[in-house]
């Protein structure tokens, strides 16, 4: 059983930056695929980004060129970077895991992007 604590959400102005961060406890952490989704208020679900074991990123059109995720097996963590930050960013983000047919998250945390 793999456990998600994410942090690092907040309050912040049009243009801005957060940092997010998510910490994995109970699990083979270097095995999983790890990724970054939001939810907005009405809204589906939506993938933000992915890291794989060996680092390969996938992102999500709407956030390419702003959001970096990055990862550090040693730690058990993963990072998302969000620069340039719109009205459109807010939601609360999610911490995933997934191995196979496992798949965990966490209970995540609200960004607003709000002037």
């Known amino acids: 059983q793999v456990q998600l604590v994410e942090s690092g959400g907040g309050l912040v102005q049009p243009g801005g930056s957060l940092r997010l961060s998510c910490a994995a406890s109970?699990?083979?952490?270097?095995?999983?695929?790890m990724g970054w989704y939001r939810q907005a208020p009405g809204k589906q679900r939506e993938l933000v980004a992915t890291?794989?074991?060996?680092?390969?990123?996938n992102y999500a059109d709407s956030v390419k060129g702003r959001f970096t995720i990055s990862r550090d097996n040693a730690k058990n963590t993963i990072d998302l970077q969000m620069n340039s930050l719109k009205p459109e960013d807010t939601a609360v983000y999610y911490c995933?895991?997934?191995?196979?047919?496992?798949?965990?998250w966490g209970q995540g945390t609200q960004v607003t992007v709000s002037s």
């Open positions: 995933k895991a997934q191995y196979i047919s496992s798949v965990y």
């Open positions: 890291i794989t074991r060996g680092s390969s990123i």
């Open positions: 109970g699990g083979s952490f270097s095995i999983y695929v």
